[in-house]
């Protein structure tokens, strides 16, 4: 299922001042908005819109050194969660949360985290990666947004992720 990172990337993308390029070598997994309120915090937005590969298929290029990790220890879902931005620019780049130890493919290869805002091509009217499931909508989902959104699955609390892609 997994290309190795050297092939052709299906996508590339970067942070704000391009000190951080990544390369994307296949589909993501899943396509999700979070309403968390960290999300909110950490993005600056509304909300947070991310793509879901792991670890493994995503390259990232920072030959700068310009990533740092944000430990995020508050989160709804009470798993940690390591943000990482970048420190020249401040873009909001990826997450990385900490596996369950019971699962052990998590372990060896844990889900990462990719913000779609990021993504070089992902404006292009293609309709690509559209999200199909959002989260934690009780309490935080902005009351101004549409309360159904087509094709997109709403949770209230934690959910499981569901593979799309
Ligand atoms: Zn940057
Ligand atoms: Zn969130």
Known sequence: MNSPPSST???TGSCQCGDIRFELPTEP???VICHC???QKSGGSAFASNLFFRQSQVK????KDRIKWYEDNTTTSKRPIL????????????GRPT????????????????????VDDIHLKTGKWLPT?????????????????????????????????
Request: hydrophobic share 35%; charged share 20%; proline share 12%.
């Open 37 to 39: 309120n960290n999300c």
């Open 29 to 31: 997994f899943a396509s």
């Open 9 to 11: 990337p299906v996508s």
């Open 133 to 165: 499931m959002e989260g934690f909508c009780d309490p935080w989902k902005r009351t101004w947004l549409p309360k159904k959104l087509d094709g997109i699955e709403s949770f209230a609390k934690p959910f499981k992720i569901k593979a799309k892609f």
């Open 60 to 63: 990232v290029l920072d030959p």
């Open 83 to 94: 943000r990482g931005f970048c420190t020249t620019c401040g873009s909001k780049l990826f």
């Open 99 to 118: 596996p369950p130890p019971h699962h052990t493919s998590l372990v060896n290869d844990p889900f990462f985290l990719v913000s779609s805002g990021a």
